[in-house]
């Protein structure tokens, strides 16, 4: 998730952020080319891939196909 605040500057290149976009992960300023927190080298940068590990094997589970559903069709 992406939070808007007042215009700052990008915490990993310096340029001006006119939208001025915070790191959902370390609430560090950043700019859109280096929101991803591989780019600015997210400090939390572990805690937000455990997060999207636990995401998809939640959602890949829910999404598995089950031997009934196949019957069922």
Known sequence: ???????GR??????KNHMDLACKWC??????RCVLPEVHQCPSLSECVA??????NTRLH????RKRKLEAI
């Open 1 to 7: 998730m992406i939070v808007l605040r007042s215009m």
């Open 10 to 15: 990008c915490v990993c290149c310096r340029k």
């Open 27 to 32: 609430s560090q300023s950043v700019c859109t």
């Open 51 to 56: 997060h999207k590990t636990m995401e998809l």
């Open 62 to 65: 829910e999404e598995q196909v």
